[in-house]
Every structure is written in structure tokens, then in C-alpha cells.
């Protein structure tokens, strides 16, 4: 048994994501749109290697970047090293006038796409944000920024008057990753949105003086010396002072700073400029940006002038909970038309739905109904025409897969683009004429097309997943299954895997991956790979290969449905989620005789933290088994945005109930958790004050703690993954783990580009 069990390992290690990515050849296309024209480049992996295709949308054509052999040779002669063609050592470009420019090594070389001559043009600055026709360059230091030519190298001090805790352009302590930043080495470029004609940007000055500082102990230093504290500044729900911002304009070739009049704006957890919350006009002349208070309780759309600061609120709502901007938080679903009329998405309707706001006050409901409008795709202001993409509009169909829809502005019939059953991801184009939409399901690899922004008729394939070596590596598709939740009246959708080398006779221990969030969902919708920032369980397929039959379920309080289903947790008491995947699993047992319900287990990774320990303490008598790792266990001492926003303040939340501290005493099973020493997002305080409450209650449990790790357990994650492997084998599988090693996982280039380490920012 323990051969076959290294086996199975062996089957696992071979689907953890930076080997999955082996194992599906052009799982999607992700365009890099050029500036304001209607090209864009494109970066696909395939068997033979990764290569780089250039599309110009409207002559419809796409071809090669550069001839890939070429490139490289070239660059085999700069670096004095021998480049792959077929592994070249970088995944961003920057196309300029008959030229490419990559880094490689910290230098960025310049190749002429004519001669294929390479030349070293200079540092990368990976740190700073250049302007989109590449004359200038933004960067900070020292908590002020400085602008820099890129022709001659030349620096010249924007701000002098910046200071600790008080800074231009700079991120919330909280979110800046300030310990995966030290950890690999690199450093956030500032918070910049240049105008289109590159001649001003628009920044903030983050004010966090006064919040209240987090403190962390790095027990192993690099040097081996002292262990080494850090403190940052770090608001928790109900602090009185959170950080705010306020906007600045700078003009690059005057030093000219316009302030706006808005004043310093609340931002507990991200400002607006992180989440693409604040954007020019095409001709540059006004800045729009969105946000709301303390809590998302009001937010409002305004308008920057960047010649005098005037601010003005153009479209303000309320709502006696959260205000979504979108689906998930992360978009931006609004855009103010030339006209001054300004469409936004809103739930005001209980539903998410587009709403057009006149420049004197009247309102259009654009569009309406029991269904959910996800993303605006593009409008067409000359047809006063809209497309976007939404879900459960049609009877019968997955509520959570996205078809493509086009209406007109002022309301009316909605009009089907697609009706093929499958999830649409669409990514335009600035102007919103073209847009690529990739399209997938679980059980469909992707299929990457351009289509028109203003017919929504496609232009041209781009590329089509060919996913043959992951079927062959083991994997079958989850099963997606509705269920009725915990009240028997409300359908909530599930995913099962079943095990690899399946067989229907045998009994195999039960594993449910949680995520207790509210802004994602769990059950995965789309193929492996084919992106999709809201869905997805990550780990499935994983432990599928290790012999458990794995478990997603939305429960309600997860995204991507109507307001009150997002809202149950905070409207009606702590923890009903469990009770519905308890539900959910028993409905899925009743007719898969091979699901054992007396080996039932759970395990999620920070929200899925907070979920899982949940769910074994409320659920004691069905769930046998938890790993728990980064939880947020007790969130009135988590950062202030996270429950602020989506439970609320602590006179309006019962968060003591919410807590897991507070149920230590059921611990009935297994228990293992896992937490980063230098977690600064979920901290760890959170799992120590869990264990606190675990001791006192004389409980027994099994403790993880990983030195040196951040909130993402990057720092030996290859162990913390096999330690997670072999507590799950042996506590609900029952069986003795094999004496097994996952391999050193790479650090992944296109991860650090995503995190703000790109040098082509």
C-alpha cells in the first residue's frame, strides 16, 4: 500500500500548478492591448515552448512578435549566455517604433525587429511606471516620487516634502506584501495612472500616521544573526484612525502638483489607484475615479479636474449594507460616457444590473430581472449600444456561466450574442472596439477569439487549449450538481471530483475545499488554466490524484448571486455556511453510495482557514478532519477594510460569535494548522489566539508554524504541501503516508510580473 501511495504522490506533485501548466498548451490568451490602438501581443505556452504572437484587430492578422530563434541567438550574444528559443528568459515585452525591448538580468536590451542588432539601452527599473509612450518614467524613493527621462537617464525630484508614514504614491502597509517584497526581492513601483498623452499622472499621498501598528518577529534571518522585529501600521475593525488619500496631478515637464479639492478620502485597505478605480478620459482632460466610506456603506462617482483639482460627485448611492463595485471587488463595472452620463453596475435592485445616470439627474434601467450582470464588455456610444456579459438570464441554464449580451443604453430587449453553454471572459481593448473573449467550461478547454466591440461578431480564432497530456496524466472533470442549501428551499451549486482509477464498488473518504469569503466562490466553472478571477477550486484535482473524493460548494454567502445570498452571513448569524455544505454533501452521498460519510474531512487556506476549523468545531459529529492554514480565525482582529465592509462595524456584527475561539470547546477530531511567522495579511496572531482558546479548553490539536513565510506560504511551501498531504492521508484516509519529497517549486516569473514586479508597468 505505501508504493501505490508514492505513486499517488508522485500523481499529485505532477498537477500542483507550476506543473500543470506543462500539461495544457495554450490554455488561453491574456492581451497586452498596445496604448490606444487596436493591436495587442499575446504570450502563449505550448509543448514546443512558449511563444509571443502580435494581432492587429483591424486589418485581422496575427503573427509572430519576432522570429523566435533569431531573438534569441541575439540575446545569446548580449548576455553571454545560451538562450533557448523555446524558453526565452522573460514573459513581458514593449514594442517600439521597429523595435522589441525585453529585460533579461536586470538590463533592459533592445532588439531591432529588422536587423535583430541587440543593445543594452539601460537598468530595467522594474520599480517605476513609465508613461504609455515610453518618454517618461515614475518612481519613488525616500517617500517622494521622481520623475525620470528615459532617453538620457535623468532624475529630477517631483516631491521633496514626503515622510515616514505620510508618502506619494505609496501603498497600504497592510496589502503591500512587505514580506514577499523582502522575501524575493523586489519592490512595488507607486501608485501612478498616466494620462493617454503621457504628458501628467495622477497619484495619491497615503497619510497612515496615526493607525496603529501590527508587529512580527523574523525568528530566521537571512544573516542567522538575532531574531528581527517589523512593525507596520495595520488598522483593525473599529480602530479610530484608518489611513486616508488624497489626489495629486503632477505635470512631468513643469513639476507642477495640482491637489484635489475632495480632501483626504478613507482607505482602510487598498487605495482607489490598486484596484483600477480611477481612470482618464480619451482626450485627457478629466479623471474619474470611484469609491466609497468607511465600511462601503456610500459610494460615489466623481470627477477630477487635473487643471484645477475641482472634484465633483457625479452619481452617489447608499445601501443599509455593502456597495459591490462589481461581482468581485477587484473590478471596476463603470465608465462615463462623452455625453457626462455615467453607467454604472449596482445591486440596488437586489440584483446586479446596469443603471444609466444623466448629467442631470435621471436615471435608466438599462437592464433588470432575476439574473446577474457581470461585466460591462464595451460600449458603443455612436449606437448607444452596451455589451456585457451576465449569468442565469436564460431558464435552465448554470446560473454561474457568463454569455455575452449587447442592449440598448436607454433599456429594453437584451439581445443573445452567445448561447453555447460556455463561460465568456472578455477582455477589451481602450476603446472598447475590439475584445478578446475566451471561452471555457470545466469540462471544455479554452477557445481564445476577437471579436467586434460594436457587433460583438467574432473577427478571428486566436487559439485553442489542447489539454491531452492532463487527461492523460490522470484527470477527469469535476461534476457540477445543484443542491438545495440547509433551509431545503435555496439551490446552491457543488462541484465533485472523483478519484483518480475510480472505482464505483469501493468507499473513499470524503474532502470538502472551503473558502468562507464572500467575494469568491469556490466550484470551479472553468477548464484548468483558462483563468476566471472569481471561481475555481485550485486544489481538487490535486487531491482527487491522492484517492479522496473532493468537495466544492457556493454556500450561501459566497459571490456571484443576488445581494441577500452574499449577505446571509452578515444578516442572519455566524457559521450557516457549514451547515449547508453539511447539507450538500449528505444530498451528494444519498445517490453516490461511494462517497463514506463517516470519513468526511475539510481543509482551505486563509478565508478556507477561517472555514474549515469552522466547520469541524460546529459540525464536531461529521467532520473528522481539518486543515486549516493562513485562517483568519477571528476577524474583529483582522484588518479593518475585510470586516468593515462585508460583516460590519462592532456594533452592528456579533463578531465574538463569528469567531472560532469561541467554539475551542467542540473539538471533537483532527486538527491541523498551519500559519506563516511573517504572515502580514492574515497574521498570526489569529491562528495563536484560536490556540489560546484550544488550550484552555485542554483540547488536543497539531500546529504548523513556518518561518520566514508570508500570507501565501510561498517560504517551503514544498513541505507545509506534503505536510498537509500526509495529515489528511492518515487521520481520514487512514493509511500511513509514504516517505515522500515534493520537489523545489521555481519561482514563477508571469506571478511576480502580476504582483507589480514587471518592468513594463
Not at 456585457?388 to 454561474?400: H, K, L, Q, S, W
Not at 468526511?600 to 477561517?610: E, P, Q
Request: net charge negative; hydrophobic share 40%; charged share 20%.
Amino acid at each position: 500500500m505505501t508504493t501505490d501511495l508514492a505513486a499517488r504522490y508522485a500523481k499529485a506533485e505532477a498537477l500542483l500548478p507550476h506543473n500543470l501548466k506543462k500539461l495544457v498548451d495554450a490554455p488561453r490568451v491574456s492581451p497586452v492591448w498596445i496604448r490606444d490602438t487596436e493591436t495587442f501581443w499575446y504570450r502563449i505556452a505550448t509543448a514546443d515552448g512558449a511563444r509571443f504572437f502580435f494581432v492587429d484587430a483591424v486589418a485581422g492578422t496575427k503573427q509572430p512578435v519576432f522570429d523566435h530563434a533569431r531573438l534569441a541567438k541575439s540575446l545569446s550574444g548580449v548576455i553571454d549566455d545560451e538562450v533557448d528559443p523555446a524558453a526565452l528568459p522573460f514573459v513581458a515585452i514593449d514594442l517600439v517604433d521597429g523595435a522589441v525591448q525585453v529585460v533579461v538580468g536586470g538590463q533592459r536590451i533592445e532588439i531591432s525587429l529588422e536587423t535583430y542588432m541587440a543593445t543594452v539601452v539601460g537598468p530595467a527599473h522594474p520599480a517605476e511606471v513609465r508613461s504609455p509612450d515610453g518618454r517618461w518614467s515614475v518612481g519613488a524613493r525616500d517617500h517622494n516620487l521622481y520623475v525620470r527621462d528615459t532617453a538620457t537617464d535623468e532624475e529630477r525630484w517631483l516631491t521633496t516634502d514626503g515622510v515616514e508614514s505620510y508618502s506619494y504614491g505609496s501603498t497600504n502597509d497592510a496589502v503591500a506584501s512587505l514580506v514577499m517584497q523582502e522575501n524575493l526581492g523586489f519592490t512595488l513601483p507607486p501608485q501612478v495612472v498616466w494620462s493617454p498623452d503621457s504628458t501628467r499622472f495622477v497619484t495619491h499621498r497615503l497619510d497612515q500616521r496615526g493607525v496603529e501598528l501590527m508587529h512580527l518577529v523574523r525568528s530566521t534571518p537571512a544573516d542567522g544573526g538575532r531574531p528581527t522585529p517589523m512593525s507596520y501600521h495595520y488598522p483593525m475593525v473599529g480602530d479610530e484612525t484608518i489611513a486616508t488619500a488624497e489626489f495629486f496631478v503632477f505635470d512631468v515637464a513643469t513639476g507642477k502638483a495640482t491637489r484635489s479639492t475632495c480632501g483626504p478620502i478613507p482607505t482602510p485597505f487598498v487605495p482607489t489607484i490598486a484596484y483600477g478605480f480611477v481612470w482618464w478620459n480619451d482626450d485627457g482632460t478629466k479623471i474619474y475615479w470611484v469609491w466609497g466610506d468607511r465600511g462601503d456603506k456610500t459610494s460615489r462617482v466623481r470627477e477630477l479636474d487635473p487643471q484645477t483639482g475641482a472634484d465633483t460627485v457625479l452619481v452617489e448611492e447608499t445601501s443599509q449594507t455593502q456597495i459591490l463595485y462589481a461581482p468581485h471587488h477587484h473590478e471596476r463595472n463603470v465608465t462615463v460616457l462623452d455625453t457626462g452620463e455615467v453607467l454604472l453596475w449596482s445591486e440596488r435592485s437586489g440584483w446586479g444590473h446596469l443603471y444609466l445616470h444623466g448629467p442631470e439627474g435621471a436615471v435608466t434601467t438599462v437592464t433588470s430581472g432575476d439574473w446577474l450582470v457581470r461585466r460591462i464588455v464595451s460600449v458603443d456610444e455612436q449606437a448607444r449600444r452596451v455589451f456585457f456579459t451576465a449569468a442565469g438570464r436564460e431558464p435552465g441554464t448554470d446560473i454561474y456561466l457568463q454569455q455575452l449580451y449587447s442592449v440598448s443604453l436607454n433599456g429594453g430587449e437584451v439581445t443573445a450574442i452567445t448561447s453555447d453553454g460556455l463561460d465568456h471572459d472578455c477582455l477589451p481593448s481602450r476603446s472598447g472596439r475590439f475584445f478578446v473573449d475566451v471561452t471555457s467550461r470545466i469540462d471544455v478547454p479554452a477557445v481564445s477569439v476577437l471579436r467586434d466591440g460594436t457587433t460583438g461578431e467574432v473577427v478571428m480564432d486566436l487559439e485553442q487549449a489542447d489539454a491531452s497530456a492532463l487527461y492523460a496524466a490522470g484527470w477527469t472533470p469535476p461534476e457540477r450538481v445543484v443542491v438545495k442549501a440547509a433551509d431545503g428551499a435555496t439551490d446552491i451549486y457543488c462541484a465533485i471530483y472523483t478519484p483518480f482509477d475510480f472505482d464505483p464498488s469501493q468507499r473513499y473518504p470524503v474532502l470538502d475545499e472551503i473558502y468562507a469569503g464572500p467575494q469568491v466562490s469556490t466550484t470551479p466553472l472553468r477548464f484548468p488554466l483558462s483563468g476566471g478571477a472569481l471561481t475555481g477550486s485550485r486544489n481538487g484535482h490535486v487531491f482527487a490524484a491522492l484517492g479522496f473524493a473532493v468537495v466544492a460548494v457556493d454556500a450561501r454567502g459566497t459571490a456571484l448571486r443576488h445581494k441577500a445570498f452574499q449577505d446571509h452571513e452578515r444578516l442572519h448569524g455566524a457559521g450557516q455556511y457549514v451547515d449547508d455544505h453539511v447539507a450538500a454533501i449528505t444530498q451528494l452521498a444519498e445517490t453516490r453510495p461511494w462517497m463514506d460519510l463517516d470519513r468526511v474531512g475539510i481543509f482551505g487556506h486563509s478565508g478556507g482557514g477561517l472555514g474549515s476549523t469552522r466547520a469541524l468545531l460546529q459540525a464536531p459529529d461529521f467532520f473528522k478532519v481539518a486543515v486549516s492554514s493562513a485562517g483568519d480565525h477571528d476577524d474583529k482582529t483582522y484588518h479593518a477594510w475585510w470586516g468593515e465592509k462585508f460583516f460590519g462595524r462592532p456594533d452592528e456584527f456579533d463578531y465574538e460569535a463569528h469567531s472560532n475561539a469561541s467554539l475551542a470547546g467542540n473539538l471533537k477530531g483532527k486538527l491541523f494548522l498551519v500559519h506563516g511567522e511573517m504572515d502580514d495579511n492574515v497574521t498570526p496572531h489569529l491562528t495563536m489566539r484560536l490556540v489560546d482558546a484550544l488550550i484552555a479548553a485542554n483540547k488536543d490539536f497539531d500546529l504548523l508554524i513556518v518561518p520566514n513565510a508570508e500570507h501565501s506560504l510561498m517560504v517551503h511551501q514544498e513541505y507545509w504541501l506534503r505536510r498537509r498531504w500526509d495529515y489528511l492521508v492518515r487521520h481520514l484516509m487512514g493509511e500511513t503516508p509514504p516517505a515522500y519529497r515534493i520537489a523545489d517549486i521555481p519561482l514563477d516569473a508571469e506571478l511576480l510580473a502580476s504582483l507589480g514586479a514587471s518592468p513594463f508597468r
